[in-house]
């Protein structure tokens, strides 16, 4: 037996409704599509009932109780290999809800305890800015205070004793002399 199927868009065509439309409506009914590549496709069998469905709709009927109308409407030999029928959860999925759930147990205790670390932070941090402001005022100059008694003694810088020139008081031959000759006499003599 062979199957045949057609194209979601093609199907749409023959409908004249929109391709969007007909996904909505293959989701109402419950019908299985199979998609290869960037097409989807349904069953050709399934057109019979998509056809009741947009004929109700046509007049006047809600979406989804034309697609409980249309099952009930097409003829069974049509509508049990097109429709899939609801599967019940298995022992795989039990134990995977159950993980489930217990991860986001793991995952709610961890977001306490990162609130908690949070607010143990910032503590720390008030404290921390409080101990910096006081040290701070610590290490600030004092405020200068507007009342003065005395007024303020300029700073003198340090400089060496000024001593006396070995050359002033001579006659003007002998300075000529002394800077000729004998130079090492201008020399500020060092005073032990």
Request: aromatic fraction near 6%.
């Amino acid at each position: 037996m062979t199957t045949e199927y057609v194209k979601l868009t093609e199907a749409a065509r023959k409908l004249t409704v929109h391709a969007d439309t007909l996904r909505y409506w293959v989701k109402l009914l419950g019908v299985e599509t199979i998609k290869r590549g960037h097409a989807c496709y349904i069953l050709a069998e399934t057109l019979g009932v998509l056809m009741i469905m947009a004929r109700l709709i046509a007049d006047g009927v809600p979406a989804g109780e034309a697609a409980a109308k249309a099952k009930a409407e097409a003829p069974a030999e049509a509508t049990a290999m097109i429709v899939r029928e609801p599967v019940r959860p298995g022992v795989e999925m039990e134990a995977l809800q159950e993980r489930l759930q217990g991860l986001e147990k793991v995952i709610l205790s961890m977001a306490e305890t990162f609130k908690t670390e949070v607010t143990g932070l910032r503590g720390e941090i008030a404290r921390l800015t409080e101990s910096n402001r006081s040290l701070q005022q610590r290490l600030e100059a004092p405020p200068v205070l507007a009342e003065v008694k005395e007024p303020i003694k300029p700073v003198i810088p340090w400089e060496p004793r000024k001593r006396k020139n070995p050359v002033a008081g001579m006659p003007w031959y002998k300075k000529l002399w002394v800077e000729c000759f004998e130079p090492w006499k201008m020399r500020h003599q060092e005073l032990l």
